[in-house]
């Protein structure tokens, strides 16, 4: 598997790399909160080159003592800076760092204002409440600075991550808005996870000198999909290449009239992702609708599961579940495709009967949305959404095989239990039948050799690129059958691109 993409962190990870740093390179903690607030302050300066006033939300930890120093780097500079105190911010609460942060700004002249409910109007707020460390509940005054701020039309640079959202998961109940949130050492993992994208904004890493020889020495947990070297894993065509070197899909699904309309798209996206041949079972009264469907789409109405049998032998990679349904039809065809042993992908529908009938494998691939998840987990959506990157796990350990759990910054768990995040936000995927389109584009890929996490993150990857440019156009009103032609582009890789 290719890794060349940013190393994502939870909380544990990053701060060995911080202990790693004093050691190794005799940096001292308040060093690194020096750079810290320096490296804010250049954000600030960049982004806000005409502001004048700041108003910077201190809370009772470090993250508090890199709004200190940035105040003091602030003012030197010549910015009006009022400091606002949440929490117990005096001397005796505070770790050594953040104490000789809140010292100098006082010795320069700087004063600590009371949070008391105060509405901000400066040019620039800057959240440094809540680091990596907090715990919920959010205590009330830090729970009302927050509100403050989200209520201000000022823009917001947050430190480390926006206050409130948990840096392991990128759960938050109650979280600081933010225009811009600079990140420290290393990428946290929660910012780029599950609803994290909503608060975050801009995102910029600063890893404050650092020695890039001290990375290597701590695993990150996870890593981003970055298309430009995942595409690298799809092999290019020799030019005496036939149909039957490209794989043969065969596609099980279209259980009822009205779920036919999931068979046709990811036909039509394995095609576009390269495979040689697909082939689509439906149950007879849905064959007729196939007609839509492309042409080149070999297209099946059977009323017996046994007749899989010979169009299984011919096939490379199976999907099972595209409008499968949870009628009778779709139970039998369901238990007696799930025996087949070739690779395969199970997606919707095969899913939900999964769910009832569990068991676990090494060659497939499963990619439920957050409630498919739920239901093979026996737990609640909110309850996968809340912990994204555990479900994830959760899953690869009950049933199996490679991962690939939907929904903003989609995780992939491959089959060696390394996990990948496609960063970013697209909602013009937030429409029927865009999974459907996945799982036939990620089936395509597996056709055509890659192995099936790599099939899985280059899957993800194509979806969500064509999506982007689409969403061009705008967010609103796409359909899935428009990633098509964007797919086509994006599986013939140019470096131009």
């Not at 460390?133 to 509100?147: C, R, S």
């Not at 007729?288 to 490379?316: D, V």
């Not at 970013?424 to 192995?451: C, E, H, K, R």
Request: net charge negative.
């Amino acid at each position: 598997m290719n890794t060349s993409g940013l190393p994502l962190y939870q909380t544990t990870e990053v701060r060995q790399l911080d202990k790693l740093a004093i050691a190794h390179q005799g940096i001292s903690g308040y060093q690194l909160m020096c750079r810290a607030g320096q490296a804010a302050l250049n954000v600030l300066l960049d982004r806000w080159p005409k502001a004048k006033q700041i108003e910077i939300c201190c809370g009772s930890g470090n993250n508090g003592g890199d709004g200190f120093v940035l105040a003091r780097l602030a003012k030197a500079q010549g910015l009006r800076v009022l400091l606002y105190g949440v929490g117990e911010v005096n001397e005796s609460k505070l770790s050594l760092e953040a104490k000789q942060a809140r010292s100098e700004w006082l010795s320069c002249g700087g004063e600590i204002i009371r949070f008391q409910g105060q509405a901000f109007r400066a040019d620039v707020i800057v959240d440094a409440l809540l680091g990596t460390g907090f715990k919920v509940p959010l205590a009330v005054e830090y729970q009302q600075a927050i509100l403050s701020i989200n209520q201000s039309e000022s823009p917001v640079l947050a430190l480390d991550l926006p206050s409130g959202l948990q840096a392991d998961t990128g759960h938050y109940e109650e979280a600081v808005e933010a225009t811009v949130t600079i990140t420290f050492i290393a990428m946290k993992l929660g910012l780029v996870s599950g609803a994290a994208i909503n608060v975050v904004g801009e995102l910029i890493l600063d890893n404050l000198g650092i020695s890039v020889s001290t990375f290597p020495e701590v695993k990150p947990k996870a890593w981003s999909i970055e298309y430009q070297h995942i595409i690298q894993s799809l092999p290019a065509r020799r030019l005496a290449s036939h149909k039957g070197d490209n794989g043969h899909v065969c596609i099980v699904g279209g259980g009822q009239t009205g779920y036919s309309g999931a068979v046709c798209l990811a036909g039509e996206a394995a095609l576009r992702a390269g495979a040689g041949l697909v082939s689509a079972v439906v149950c007879p009264e849905s064959l007729p609708l196939l007609a839509r469907s492309p042409a080149e789409l070999m297209c099946y109405g059977l009323s017996h599961p046994k007749e899989l049998k010979e169009l299984f032998e011919r096939a490379t990679f199976i999907i099972l579940g595209p409008g499968l349904s949870q009628s009778k039809w779709g139970e039998k065809f369901f238990h007696d495709a799930i025996k087949t042993t070739k690779p395969c992908l199970i997606d919707a529908d095969g899913l939900n009967w999964l769910a009832k009938y569990p068991q676990n494998r090494n060659n497939w691939i499963l990619t439920p949305h957050p409630g498919e998840a739920a239901r093979l987990l026996g737990t609640t959506t909110q309850q996968v959404q809340q912990d994204r990157i555990s479900a994830a796990f959760a899953l690869e350990d009950k049933y199996g095989g490679v991962i690939v759990l939907k929904g903003a910054g989609s995780i992939v768990v491959t089959e060696n239990r390394d996990m990948f995040v496609n960063i970013g936000g697209f909602p013009a995927l937030a429409s029927g039948g865009t999974g459907d389109v996945l799982a036939g584009l990620i089936g395509g890929l597996a056709a055509q050799g890659l192995t099936l996490g790599n099939a899985a993150c280059l899957g993800v990857s194509v979806h969500t690129n064509a999506a982007y440019l689409e969403q061009t156009i705008g967010a609103r009103g796409m359909l899935a059958s428009d990633l098509f032609l964007h797919m086509r582009t994006l599986v013939n890789f140019d470096e131009d691109l």
